[in-house]
C-alpha cells in the first residue's frame, strides 16, 4: 500500500514512529521558517510540518501545493507542543523528509468545508467534490451502518437476502413506470420496478418463508424532498403468519435499529386506526410528539346563521397551547397559510380565550357569550390558548386541520427531531374511490387482502371495506408500510374485478401471480421500508437526498453526468423508436 497509516490514526504512542500518510491538502499554513499542511482523507486530518532551516528545498515544494492536491508524505511522528484537543490527532504532527504529488488538483469550485460557501446546483454538479465534505462523508457512513444493522437484524431471524429483476413489466396500477425499450423484441417495453412486489410473493410461493432485499426501485413521480426516482427500500416478505405477527417482527427491526444505532431503547410502538389518525390528527401519518388533536364541533355550531358553519359536513378545530396572544396579523398571516393551494381551507375561524377569562372570536356575531363559553370547554382551552376551526367536506377539512396543526407545531417549536415517537397505523381502508376517473383504486396495492369479515362487503360495498394493512411512522414520516397478501385466485381475481379490471385484462397483467396461486400459496405477508427516508429521519435532517450518494434534482435530473440525455439515431433506429 502507498500508506503504512490513514490520517485520523496516529497519536502520541506513534512518537518517533516512520510512516507514510497520503491523502487531499485541506490548507496550507505559513508561520515563521515553517509550513503546515492539514492532510485530509476519509479518518480525519494530521498536521505535516515542514522546516524552510532544515530542509529548504523540500519546504519550497510543499508551499507550491494548492488547496485538494493528492500527496504522499513521509516522516516521523512528533508530539505537538501547540496540541488541538478539538481534533483525535491534535496531539500529534509528522516531520516530513519526503514528499510526492500523486495528482495536483485544480482550484476547486467551492470549499471542500463543513460549511461550504458552494450553493446546492454548484455542489450538485461537483458532487464527487462535495462527498468529500465531512457532513456528507458522515451521512453516507450512517447510511453504510444502519444498512448493517438492518440486514444483521434480519439475517439473525433466518431471512435470506434474494435478488429480484431489474427489468419486468409495466402495470397501469400505482405511480408512473420508467420503461426500457428492448431491442431483441421490438416494440416491447421493460419497465424497472417501483418495488418488487409480485416477485417477493413469487418467493414466498417457492417456499422461501423468510425474506428480505435492500433493493432499488424506481418511480416516475413529480418530486418533493423526500422523493427521488429511484430510492432504496428494506423490502421484506414472510409466509405463515398474522398482521400481528409481522408488526411484532418489524417493530423488533426498528427497536433493534433505535438500540444499535441511537443507542435508544424505545417503549412498545402505539397503534392507531386509519380511522382515528385521520379524526384527530387529519393525516394517515400523524406526528405524535405533540398533542392538538383535533375536537369535532359541526353539531355544537350548525343552525346558528353563519353559512360556513352551516354547510359545513364537518367543522373541526384544535387548540393551540398558550397562543392567546397572536396579534391580528398573526392571524391573518395563518389565514393566509390555510388559504394556499397546497392546503386549500376557504378560511381560518379563531377563537381566543384570553388570560382575563373574556372570549374573543372571528364569529362573535353568530354566538352567545354563553355560548362561546360553552365551545371553549368543548375544546378544552384554558385561559390563554387559542382554538383554531376549519370547515368544510369531511377530508378536506381534517387534511387542511392536519397541515395547519403541524405548522402550529413548527411555530411552537413542538418537533425536537430527535425526539423519536413511532407508531403503528392500522385497519386502513382497502380502496379508494377517485371521482375523476369514477372507480376504486387500491389504497396500498392490488394484493393487499381485505380483511376476512369484510371480504363480503367487496360485493355490495367495496368503499367500507377494511385492508390488512400497516405503515410504520416515525415523527410524522411514513416510515415502512405493508399488509397481509391475498394468497387465493378467486379473490385476487375478484379484487382486480372491483378495480376495474376485465377477467382478460387481470389475465393478462396478472396471470402469472394468480396462476401461482393455484400452485399451493402459502399465507403471506409482508413489509418494505424506505430506507433513505429512515436514514434521514433517525439522523434529524430532512432530505433524503443527503443520504443519497449521487441524488437527482428537483426536475429529476442527475446535473453531475447530465442526465436524461438524447441518444444517437443509430441507437433509436436500433431500438425501433421513431421520436415524434
Ligand atoms: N411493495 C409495497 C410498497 O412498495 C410494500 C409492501 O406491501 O410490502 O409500498
Not at 302 to 321: N, S, T
Not at 368 to 381: P, S
Request: net charge negative.
Amino acid at each position: 500500500m502507498l500508506r503504512t497509516h490513514t490520517c485520523g490514526e496516529l497519536r502520541p504512542l506513534h512518537t518517533g514512529q516512520s510512516v507514510t500518510l497520503c491523502g487531499w491538502v485541506q490548507r496550507t499554513r505559513e508561520m515563521g521558517g515553517l509550513t503546515f499542511i492539514d492532510l485530509r482523507d476519509r479518518y480525519g486530518i494530521t498536521q505535516l510540518v515542514f522546516n524552510m532551516e532544515k530542509n529548504p528545498g523540500l519546504c519550497a515544494k510543499a508551499r507550491e501545493l494548492g488547496r485538494e492536491y493528492v500527496i504522499s508524505a513521509s516522516g516521523i511522528v512528533a508530539e505537538r507542543s501547540n496540541k488541538n484537543l478539538k481534533i483525535p490527532t491534535g496531539e500529534i504532527e509528522i516531520l516530513v523528509s519526503e514528499l510526492t504529488v500523486l495528482n495536483p488538483s485544480r482550484v476547486p469550485p467551492f470549499t471542500i468545508e463543513d460549511n461550504s460557501d458552494g450553493g446546492e446546483e454548484l455542489r450538485m454538479k461537483y458532487r464527487y467534490l462535495d462527498l468529500r465534505r465531512n457532513p456528507n462523508r458522515k451521512n453516507l457512513e450512517f447510511r453504510h451502518k444502519m444498512a448493517i444493522q438492518a440486514r444483521n437484524y434480519l439475517n439473525s431471524l433466518n431471512f435470506i437476502e434474494i435478488e429480484t429483476p431489474y427489468l419486468i413489466n409495466s402495470t397501469p396500477e400505482g405511480a408512473r413506470d420508467f420503461v426500457v425499450p428492448s431491442r431483441m423484441n421490438p416494440g416491447d417495453f421493460y419497465a424497472l420496478p417501483q418495488s418488487p412486489q409480485t416477485f417477493k410473493q413469487l418467493l414466498m410461493v417457492a417456499g422461501f418463508d423468510r425474506y428480505y432485499q435492500l433493493v432499488k426501485c424506481f418511480r416516475d413521480e413529480d418530486l418533493r424532498a423526500d422523493r427521488q426516482p429511484e430510492f432504496t427500500q428494506i423490502d421484506c416478505e414472510m409466509s405463515f403468519v398474522t398482521e400481528e405477527d409481522i408488526l411484532t417482527i418489524f417493530e423488533g427491526l426498528a427497536k433493534h435499529m433505535f438500540k444499535s444505532i441511537l443507542n435508544l431503547e424505545i417503549p412498545d410502538f402505539p397503534r392507531m386506526e386509519y380511522n382515528d389518525a385521520m379524526r384527530l390528527y387529519g393525516s394517515d401519518k400523524p406526528d405524535i410528539r405533540f398533542g392538538m388533536t383535533f375536537t369535532e364541533i359541526t353539531s355544537h355550531v350548525r343552525g346558528k346563521g353563519f353559512k360556513v358553519f352551516d354547510d359545513a359536513e364537518l367543522v373541526a378545530g384544535f387548540c393551540a397551547e398558550g397562543c392567546s396572544g397572536y396579534s391580528r396579523k398573526q392571524l391573518d398571516e395563518l389565514t393566509e397559510w390555510v388559504k394556499r393551494p397546497q392546503v386549500g381551507a376557504s378560511g381560518l375561524i379563531y377563537m381566543k380565550y384570553n388570560p382575563d377569562g373574556i372570549v374573543k372570536t372571528s364569529v362573535d356575531k353568530f354566538f352567545t357569550t354563553d355560548e362561546l363559553k360553552n365551545l371553549i370547554n368543548v375544546f378544552q382551552a384554558k385561559p390563554g390558548d387559542l382554538v383554531l376551526i376549519l370547515a368544510g367536506k369531511c377530508q378536506h377539512t381534517q387534511e387542511a386541520l392536519g397541515a395547519l396543526r403541524l405548522e402550529m407545531g413548527r411555530r411552537l417549536n413542538l418537533m425536537d427531531p430527535f425526539n423519536f415517537k413511532p407508531l403503528w397505523i392500522t385497519g386502513f381502508p382497502l380502496l379508494e374511490w377517485d371521482d375523476e376517473t369514477n372507480r376504486y383504486y387500491a389504497k396500498h396495492h392490488p394484493f393487499t387482502s381485505p380483511k376476512a369479515e369484510d371480504i363480503p362487503l367487496l360485493d355490495t360495498n367495496p368503499g367500507v371495506v377494511r385492508a390488512n394493512a400497516y405503515d410504520m411512522v416515525i415523527n410524522g414520516v411514513e416510515i415502512g408500510g405493508g399488509s397481509i397478501r391475498i394468497h387465493n385466485k378467486e379473490l385476487q381475481k375478484k379484487m382486480l374485478n372491483v378495480l376495474g379490471f376485465t377477467d382478460k385484462l387481470a389475465q393478462e397483467q396478472f396471470g402469472f401471480l394468480m396462476n401461482a396461486f393455484e400452485y399451493g400459496a402459502p399465507p403471506h405477508g409482508g413489509i418494505a421500508f424506505g430506507f433513505d427516508r429512515w436514514c434521514t429521519v433517525f439522523s434529524g435532517g430532512e432530505s433524503i437526498r443527503d443520504f443519497i450518494a449521487f441524488p437527482k434534482n428537483n426536475s429529476g435530473r442527475d446535473v453531475m453526468i447530465d442526465s436524461p440525455a438524447p441518444i444517437t439515431e443509430a441507437q433509436l433506429k436500433e431500438l425501433n423508436i421513431r421520436l415524434v
